[in-house]
C-alpha cells in the first residue's frame, strides 16, 4: 500500500460519532419517557404517565416530573402521584444490571388525587364501591398503642372458633345420649322381665292347660329380652364410636392454636404484609391502606427485581433468542445489592400537612451492604398537632437477629373541650389542653 | 444481484492492491458476524475509515457476512457460551467483569463473545487466502473475464458506466 492511512477517514468518524450523539441527546429523553410509561403501564397494571424525563450521562442520572401512577381499581384517581424525582445512578452498577442509586429525591408524593382523563388500560372497569364509613379524609395516628390482647381481640381466631364448635358438639352428643339411655331398658323393665318370669313359674305349677298358655309367653319375654339386649349392645358401640370421634376432634383441636400463632405471627411480623397489618391497627385505617398500596407495588415489582439477577448456571440453561444471545455474570469482588438507594430525600403532602423526610439505605440485601434501613420524617404546624417526627430502623443485616424500632414523637396534640366531671355540684370542663406523646416500638427477631 | 456482481467485479478488476481489498473482506467479517451494535465495531468502523482498505468490498462483504452470520447464530452461541463457562478462563472473565469498559463492550454475551472469537480466528486466514485468490485472480482470469459476455453486458449498462466514473474521480481507495 502506497499509504496506509487515510486521515480524511479520522474526520468522517469523528463526525459520524459527534453526529450519533448529537441524536442520543436529542431523542433519549423522549425515548425514556416513553419506555418507562410503557414498562410503567406494565408492571402496574395500570396507566402510568409522565409529565416529562431528563437523563444527564455526567454524572449519569435522571429527573422525572410529574409521574402519575393510575389506581388500577379506580381509573378515575391516581393511586400515587410524585411531583419530581431526581436521581444519580453508579453507572458501573447498572452496567452489573444493578440499580445503585447514591442520592434520590421524590418530592410532592401525593396519594389517591383526582384524574382529569381515565387511566384504564383495557375496557374500562366499573369504579371501586364507595369508600368505607369512618375513613373518609385523613386521620392521625390514634396514638393508643394497643397491645397483644387487643391484637388478640381483633383478630378471628380459628382456633378459638373450632373449640367452640367442639364444645357445641359435644353438648349436643351428651343431650342425644342422655335422650338415647332414657330410651334404653332400665332396671323397671328388668324388674318387670323378673315378675314375668315368676308369673310363668307360678302358671307351671297350674296344670297342664297353665303350662301350655305359658310357652307363648316364654318365647315372646325371649324375644322382648333378645331385642333389648341386642338395643343394648348397638347403644355401646354407636358409644365406643361416638367418644373416638371426639376424641379425635379434640387432638386434632389442639393442634390448632400453634397454627394460629404462627398466622399471628406471620401476619404481624415486619413483612411488607405484616407492616400493612400492623399500620391498620395502631394507625387506622387510612395509613393501613397506604401501606398496603406501597406492599401491592412491592408485590408488583418483586417478579421483576427477582429478574435482574442471573448466574452463569442459569445462563447456561436458557436458549437465547435469535441474534441476541446470553448474558453470563460473573461474581465479582465487589457485590452489590441489586437495588440500593443510599439516600431518599422524600417529601409529600397529607391533609393533616406537609411531611419531608430521609430514608437511607434502602434494599432487601442488607447483609451486603451490612447497613440497616434508617428513616426520618417530621412533619410541622400540622392540622392537630404542631409537630411530628417518625424515626425507624428495620435492621435484617443478620435475618436471624432481626431488629426494627419506630419512634414516634408527637408534639402539641391540641386537645378540645372536653368535660371532665357531669356533677351539677362542680362541673369540671377542660376548656382547651395540649398533649404531647413520646412512643416507641421494638421488634425484634421478626 | 446484476449491481452486486458488477460492483464485485469492478473491485477485482481495479488497480486496487488485494491487501486493501483482502482487509476490507476481514473486517466486514468482524463487523457482520457479530451483532451490530456492539462497542468493537465502532473499532472496527475507525480502523476502515482511516486504514486504506476498500470500502466498496467491506460494505459489500458486510452485508454478504450478515446474512451468514443469522444463519450460524447457534454456533456462536454455543462457541461463547463454551468460552465463556469454561474453567480455565474463570478467572480472566471474571477479571474483566470488573471493568467498567468491558462491561460496556458485551464481552460476556455469548453471541458476541462467540461471533468475534471466530472472527478473529478466521482474520489471519481469510486475510492471506484472500489475498491469494484476488492475486491468482488478477494473474489467471482477469483478462479472461475483460473479455467475457457478461463484462460486455456489464460494461455496457449506464450504471457501471457511472460507477466507473465515480471510482475514478475517488481514486483508488474504494
Same mark, same amino acid.
Request: charged letters at 25%; one cysteine or more; proline letters at 4%.
Given at each position: 500500500?502506497?499509504?496506509?492511512?487515510? =486521515?480524511?477517514?479520522?474526520?468522517?468518524? @469523528?463526525?459520524?460519532?459527534?453526529?450519533?450523539?448529537?441524536?442520543?441527546?436529542?431523542?433519549? #429523553?423522549? %425515548?425514556?419517557?416513553?419506555?418507562?410509561?410503557?414498562?410503567?403501564?406494565?408492571?402496574?397494571?395500570?396507566?402510568?404517565?409522565?409529565?416529562?424525563?431528563?437523563?444527564?450521562?455526567?454524572?449519569?442520572?435522571?429527573?422525572?416530573?410529574?409521574?402519575?401512577?393510575?389506581?388500577?381499581?379506580? +381509573?378515575?384517581?391516581?393511586? &400515587?402521584?410524585?411531583?419530581?424525582?431526581?436521581?444519580?445512578?453508579?453507572?458501573?452498577?447498572?452496567?452489573?444490571?444493578?440499580?445503585?442509586?447514591?442520592?434520590?429525591?421524590?418530592?410532592?408524593? !401525593?396519594?389517591?388525587? +383526582?384524574?382529569?382523563?381515565?387511566?384504564?388500560?383495557?375496557?374500562?372497569?366499573?369504579?371501586?364501591?364507595?369508600?368505607?364509613?369512618?375513613?373518609?379524609?385523613?386521620?392521625?395516628?390514634? @396514638?393508643?398503642?394497643?397491645?397483644?390482647?387487643?391484637? $388478640?381481640?381483633?383478630?378471628?381466631?380459628?382456633?378459638? *372458633?373450632?373449640?367452640?364448635?367442639?364444645?357445641?358438639?359435644?353438648?349436643?352428643?351428651?343431650?342425644?345420649?342422655?335422650?338415647?339411655?332414657?330410651?334404653?331398658?332400665?332396671?323397671?323393665?328388668?324388674?318387670?322381665?323378673?315378675?314375668?318370669?315368676?308369673?310363668?313359674?307360678?302358671?307351671?305349677?297350674?296344670?297342664?292347660?297353665?303350662?301350655?298358655?305359658?310357652?307363648?309367653?316364654?318365647?315372646? $319375654?325371649?324375644?322382648?329380652?333378645?331385642?333389648?339386649?341386642? *338395643?343394648?349392645?348397638?347403644?355401646?358401640?354407636?358409644?365406643?364410636? #361416638? @367418644?373416638?370421634?371426639?376424641? #379425635?376432634?379434640?387432638?386434632?383441636?389442639?393442634?390448632?392454636?400453634?397454627?394460629?400463632?404462627?398466622?399471628?405471627?406471620?401476619?404481624?411480623?415486619?413483612?411488607?404484609?405484616?407492616?400493612?397489618?400492623?399500620?391498620?391497627?395502631?394507625?387506622?385505617?387510612?395509613?393501613?391502606? =397506604?401501606?398496603?398500596?406501597?406492599?401491592?407495588?412491592?408485590?408488583?415489582?418483586?417478579?421483576? @427485581?427477582?429478574?435482574?439477577?442471573?448466574? !452463569?448456571?442459569?445462563?447456561?440453561?436458557?436458549?437465547?433468542?435469535?441474534?441476541?444471545?446470553?448474558?453470563?455474570?460473573?461474581?465479582?469482588?465487589?457485590?452489590?445489592?441489586? %437495588?440500593?438507594?443510599?439516600?431518599?430525600? &422524600?417529601?409529600?403532602?397529607?391533609?393533616?400537612?406537609? %411531611?419531608?423526610?430521609?430514608?437511607?439505605?434502602?434494599?432487601? *440485601?442488607?447483609?451486603?451492604?451490612?447497613?440497616?434501613?434508617?428513616?426520618? %420524617?417530621?412533619?410541622?404546624?400540622?392540622?392537630?398537632?404542631?409537630?411530628?417526627?417518625?424515626?425507624?430502623?428495620?435492621?435484617?443485616?443478620?435475618?436471624?437477629?432481626?431488629?426494627?424500632?419506630? *419512634?414516634?414523637?408527637?408534639?402539641?396534640?391540641?386537645?378540645?373541650?372536653?368535660?371532665?366531671?357531669?356533677?351539677?355540684?362542680?362541673?369540671?370542663?377542660?376548656?382547651?389542653?395540649?398533649?404531647?406523646?413520646?412512643?416507641?416500638?421494638?421488634?425484634?427477631?421478626? | 444481484?446484476?449491481?452486486?456482481?458488477?460492483?464485485?467485479?469492478?473491485?477485482?478488476?481495479?488497480?486496487?492492491?488485494?491487501?486493501?481489498?483482502?482487509?476490507?473482506?476481514?473486517?466486514?467479517?468482524?463487523?457482520?458476524?457479530?451483532?451490530?451494535?456492539?462497542?468493537?465495531?465502532?473499532?472496527?468502523?475507525?480502523?476502515?475509515?482511516?486504514?486504506?482498505?476498500?470500502?466498496?468490498?467491506?460494505?459489500?462483504?458486510?452485508?454478504?457476512?450478515?446474512?451468514?452470520?443469522?444463519?450460524?447464530?447457534?454456533?456462536?452461541? /454455543?462457541?461463547?457460551?463454551?468460552?465463556?463457562?469454561?474453567?480455565?478462563?474463570?478467572?480472566?472473565?471474571?477479571?474483566?467483569?470488573?471493568?467498567?469498559?468491558?462491561?460496556?463492550?458485551?464481552?460476556?454475551?455469548?453471541?458476541?463473545?462467540?461471533?468475534?472469537?471466530?472472527?478473529?480466528?478466521?482474520?489471519?486466514?481469510?486475510?492471506?487466502?484472500?489475498?491469494?485468490?484476488?492475486? /491468482?485472480?488478477?494473474?489467471?482470469?482477469?483478462?479472461?473475464? /475483460?473479455?467475457?459476455?457478461?463484462? /460486455?453486458?456489464?460494461?455496457?449498462?449506464?450504471?457501471?458506466?457511472?460507477?466507473?466514473?465515480?471510482?475514478?474521480?475517488?481514486?483508488?481507495?474504494?
Amino acid at each position: 500500500m502506497k499509504k496506509r492511512i487515510r =486521515w480524511p477517514g479520522l474526520l468522517v468518524f @469523528l463526525a459520524l460519532v459527534g453526529l450519533s450523539y448529537f441524536l442520543l441527546v436529542l431523542f433519549i #429523553d423522549d %425515548f425514556v419517557k416513553a419506555r418507562i410509561e410503557a414498562i410503567g403501564s406494565d408492571w402496574a397494571k395500570a396507566k402510568v404517565e409522565l409529565d416529562a424525563a431528563d437523563l444527564s450521562f455526567v454524572p449519569l442520572g435522571l429527573r422525572l416530573q410529574r409521574l402519575q401512577v393510575t389506581d388500577r381499581k379506580n +381509573p378515575m384517581t391516581n393511586a &400515587v402521584e410524585i411531583g419530581e424525582i431526581a436521581f444519580l445512578i453508579d453507572p458501573g452498577a447498572a452496567l452489573d444490571r444493578k440499580i445503585h442509586i447514591e442520592e434520590m429525591t421524590v418530592e410532592g408524593l !401525593r396519594l389517591n388525587t +383526582p384524574r382529569t382523563r381515565s387511566g384504564a388500560l383495557a375496557p374500562e372497569k366499573p369504579p371501586r364501591a364507595a369508600k368505607k364509613k369512618g375513613t373518609e379524609g385523613l386521620q392521625l395516628p390514634a @396514638l393508643d398503642l394497643p397491645d397483644v390482647k387487643a391484637i $388478640l381481640a381483633k383478630e378471628s381466631l380459628a382456633s378459638l *372458633q373450632l373449640v367452640e364448635d367442639l364444645r357445641q358438639e359435644a353438648k349436643q352428643e351428651e343431650a342425644k345420649w342422655k335422650a338415647q339411655i332414657a330410651a334404653l331398658p332400665d332396671k323397671e323393665t328388668f324388674k318387670d322381665y323378673e315378675q314375668r318370669v315368676k308369673k310363668l313359674k307360678d302358671a307351671k305349677k297350674g296344670g297342664i292347660g297353665g303350662f301350655l298358655g305359658g310357652m307363648q309367653e316364654v318365647v315372646s $319375654l325371649q324375644k322382648e329380652i333378645k331385642a333389648d339386649i341386642e *338395643q343394648i349392645r348397638f347403644a355401646k358401640k354407636t358409644l365406643k364410636t #361416638d @367418644l373416638s370421634t371426639l376424641k #379425635d376432634r379434640v387432638q386434632s383441636v389442639s393442634k390448632v392454636p400453634m397454627d394460629d400463632i404462627n398466622r399471628l405471627k406471620e401476619k404481624y411480623a415486619l413483612s411488607p404484609k405484616g407492616l400493612s397489618n400492623i399500620s391498620r391497627m395502631l394507625l387506622r385505617e387510612q395509613i393501613g391502606d =397506604w401501606t398496603e398500596t406501597a406492599f401491592q407495588a412491592y408485590e408488583t415489582l418483586q417478579p421483576h @427485581l427477582a429478574n435482574l439477577s442471573m448466574d !452463569r448456571a442459569d445462563a447456561a440453561a436458557q436458549k437465547p433468542p435469535r441474534g441476541k444471545g446470553v448474558d453470563i455474570h460473573f461474581r465479582v469482588q465487589r457485590t452489590l445489592p441489586n %437495588f440500593l438507594v443510599e439516600t431518599a430525600n &422524600v417529601s409529600f403532602q397529607l391533609e393533616a400537612g406537609n %411531611f419531608s423526610g430521609v430514608m437511607r439505605q434502602i434494599t432487601t *440485601q442488607q447483609p451486603l451492604t451490612g447497613k440497616p434501613l434508617r428513616f426520618r %420524617f417530621s412533619g410541622q404546624a400540622l392540622k392537630d398537632f404542631e409537630s411530628i417526627t417518625v424515626d425507624g430502623t428495620v435492621n435484617r443485616i443478620d435475618p436471624a437477629q432481626a431488629m426494627d424500632a419506630v *419512634q414516634l414523637k408527637a408534639q402539641g396534640h391540641r386537645i378540645g373541650s372536653l368535660r371532665l366531671s357531669k356533677d351539677t355540684d362542680f362541673p369540671v370542663e377542660m376548656k382547651n389542653a395540649r398533649a404531647d406523646f413520646d412512643t416507641e416500638a421494638r421488634m425484634q427477631n421478626g | 444481484m446484476l449491481k452486486t456482481i458488477a460492483k464485485f467485479l469492478k473491485i477485482l478488476n481495479s488497480e486496487t492492491e488485494p491487501a486493501q481489498i483482502s482487509l476490507a473482506f476481514c473486517f466486514a467479517m468482524v463487523a457482520g458476524l457479530s451483532p451490530l451494535l456492539s462497542l468493537h465495531n465502532v473499532f472496527v468502523l475507525l480502523l476502515v475509515l482511516v486504514l486504506r482498505v476498500n470500502l466498496s468490498a467491506f460494505l459489500l462483504a458486510f452485508v454478504g457476512f450478515s446474512g451468514i452470520a443469522t444463519l450460524l447464530d447457534p454456533v456462536f452461541h /454455543q462457541i461463547g457460551l463454551g468460552l465463556l463457562t469454561a474453567e480455565a478462563l474463570k478467572g480472566l472473565w471474571t477479571g474483566l467483569y470488573d471493568i467498567t469498559f468491558w462491561r460496556i463492550a458485551r464481552f460476556n454475551n455469548t453471541l458476541v463473545m462467540g461471533s468475534l472469537a471466530s472472527a478473529l480466528v478466521l482474520f489471519p486466514p481469510l486475510f492471506l487466502l484472500s489475498n491469494r485468490l484476488i492475486r /491468482q485472480y488478477r494473474a489467471r482470469f482477469l483478462k479472461w473475464v /475483460q473479455k467475457s459476455k457478461l463484462m /460486455q453486458a456489464l460494461r455496457a449498462t449506464k450504471l457501471y458506466e457511472a460507477y466507473e466514473t465515480l471510482s475514478q474521480l475517488k481514486g483508488d481507495g474504494g
